[in-house]
Nanobody, 124 residues
Framework: QVQLVESGGGLVQAGDSLRLSCAAS????????MGWFRQAPGKEREFVAA????????YYADSVKGRFTISRDNAKNTVYLQMNSLKPEDTAVYYC?????????????????WGQGTQVTVSS
């Protein structure tokens, strides 16, 4: 069992940056693949980024590639999402999630644990 708590969301203008954090507690953090997802009103939850257990492998959705960076600090039991050059279409609730294997990382249903989400709003 692992508990996930996101933070760092807020209201920013287009072109600004934000860094989201997701703090984990419970079982050993380094045994989990971590992912970030987002969900805008009226839309399905969509994959944003994923990172392997050690952080050596990362994967991004095309829509955020080159603008967002996922990283993790296993000593702090925390995963981050650095978001640069934000656009209004990035507005959503952002969730972190955990799973044991580095397969099907883009599928929400493959993740075992979820945080409560943090709101990111980007104004034009």
């Amino acid at each position: 069992q692992v508990q996930l708590v996101e933070s760092g969301g807020g209201l920013v203008q287009a072109g600004d940056s934000l860094r989201l954090s997701c703090a984990a507690s419970g079982r050993t953090f380094s045994t989990y693949v971590m992912g970030w997802f987002r969900q805008a009103p009226g839309k399905e939850r969509e994959f944003v980024a994923a990172i392997s257990w050690s952080g050596g492998s990362t994967y991004y959705a095309d829509s955020v590639k080159g603008r967002f960076t996922i990283s993790r600090d296993n000593a702090k039991n925390t995963v981050y999402l650095q978001m640069n050059s934000l656009k209004p279409e990035d507005t959503a609730v952002y969730y972190c999630a955990a799973k044991s294997t580095y397969v099907d990382t883009i599928l929400p249903v493959r993740y075992d644990y979820w945080g409560q989400g943090t709101q990111v709003t980007v104004s034009s």
